[in-house]
């Protein structure tokens, strides 16, 4: 059966996020004033071929782990859509 997977990757919340406050000065330039704070990450969706729901999340949590987030820096969360 074939599962959507979305994952989205974003900044650790304790590390400052440089494109995030680029495009908060930028919004301010554009005399947008009421927005507080930005962060900005990745939005990946995956289409796995698995035979459960279960085995379907267990790769995706390898592949954001493994390849897509660097834990350093970034956290995941995996959500699956119909």
């Not at 074939?2 to 330039?29: R, W």
């Not at 930005?38 to 279960?54: F, M, P, V």
């Amino acid at each position: 059966m074939i599962y959507n997977i979305q994952i989205k990757v974003m900044p650790l919340k304790e590390l400052l996020d440089p494109q995030g406050k680029a495009v908060l000065g930028s919004l301010k330039n554009l005399d947008i004033h009421n927005v507080q704070d930005i962060r900005i990450g990745k939005h990946i969706t995956l289409q796995i071929d698995a035979a459960s729901e279960t085995e379907a999340k267990q790769i995706a949590e390898t592949t954001a782990s493994k390849l897509l987030a660097n834990p350093v820096m970034e956290y995941f969360e995996i959500e699956l859509v119909n």
